[in-house]
């Protein structure tokens, strides 16, 4: 069975389009070494805490996340965008959590 990766984002205020922009850049690089997880990029503006932005992914297993991001982050050149992705994630968010849930369909 398939497994739903979410990740609420608590984006630093003024954060959350330029953070959901950022998820995009990073999923579109990511689909040039081959990882094409089903993605989902949610917000929500008016209910709870503001500047919150949701990304889910679906894979078959929590293992194919890392071994996706491993394989990936052999590449030089892609290694290096993902480090830099990675530091302008933390310096746009305050935390982040996550939740996985087995799809049952």
């Known amino acids: 069975m ?3 990766h979410t990740r609420i ?8 389009g330029p953070l959901v922009d950022h998820f995009k850049a990073g999923i579109e ?3 040039t070494y081959g990882v094409d997880w089903e993605t989902r990029i949610c917000t929500d503006y008016y209910s709870g805490r503001s500047d919150r932005v949701l990304v889910e992914w679906v894979v078959e297993g929590l293992g194919d996340v890392d071994a996706d991001v491993a394989k990936v982050m052999e590449i030089p050149e892609a290694a290096a965008f993902l480090g830099g992705w990675f530091e302008q994630l933390n310096n746009m968010i305050t935390h ?3 939740d996985n849930w087995t799809i049952a369909d």
Do not use: E, W
């Not at 984002?9 to 959350?16: S, V, W």
């Open 2 to 4: 398939a497994i739903l």
């Open 9 to 16: 984002f608590q984006a630093k205020p003024g954060q959350a």
């Open 29 to 31: 690089h990511m689909n």
């Open 96 to 98: 982040s959590d996550a």
